[in-house]
């Protein structure tokens, strides 16, 4: 993938239940599913309705730490020597540089802090569509990346020195510091805030709903949890924040149709 460095690339589900998760998934965010075809391995492909490809599914490895979770591929240049840098900035490779024929090289690491992510550089040169710019997002695809930190600032110098992501303005929250956004380049994937009480530390993918209203709707039918919102956010469209039915927490972006 041609992407610029930092720009996410990928979304991967690890789920306890990966049929539960299909039917929840696909029922939520209106993707439609398919399986990979990778032999000997049980990987399963969410696509927006659009048709592009956004997100992976697949059963969680035994003895995996952390239990189910959303992952986010970063684009980078070069797996290995971002995997080389990861480690030299106190990060550590779960997983290291591989590469599987047809898709790519790719690696799995933490962050000083603990937190998930993969590297990915894809086989194909054309860019992903998996996540796409909010000016730009269609339902389906990813339009935001949150990062919940014990130290923010400290996650963000990490991510500079082994992404080249950064900070560019903020939006006061508070006793709960500044809701800082976070760029790739020109382009902005998403924000990084301190953790809070009752909060989870990570990185959380949001995707697009035509309707935010019916996708609380849908969530519900689905067997899932609302934790927040929908909130308003600046552009006019409204966030929140859900479980799955395993407590796998997400987000989506969309618009009120009520208020249209």
Known sequence: MANAQGIPVWYEHL??????????????????AADSGMAGMDYRLFSAPDGAAVAGLMPLPP?????????????VDDVDATAAAITAQGGAIHMPPTTMPGVGRMAMATDPQGHAFYIMRGESDEDSSAFVAAEQATPGHGVWNELTAADQDAA????GAVLGLRHEGAMPMGPLGDY??????????????NVFKGGRRGWQPYFMVD???????RIGEAGGRMVQGPDQIPGGDYALVAEDGAGVRFGLVGARKAEA
């Open 15 to 32: 789920a306890v239940d990966a049929d539960a998760a299909q039917a929840f998934y696909t029922h939520v965010a209106g993707w439609q």
């Open 63 to 75: 003895g995996m730490e952390g239990g189910p979770v959303w992952l986010t591929y970063f684009g």
């Open 156 to 159: 963000i110098g990490f991510y």
């Open 180 to 193: 800082k956004f976070v760029h790739a380049g020109d382009i902005c994937i998403g924000a990084t805030m």
């Open 211 to 217: 309707d935010i209203d019916a996708a609380v709707t």
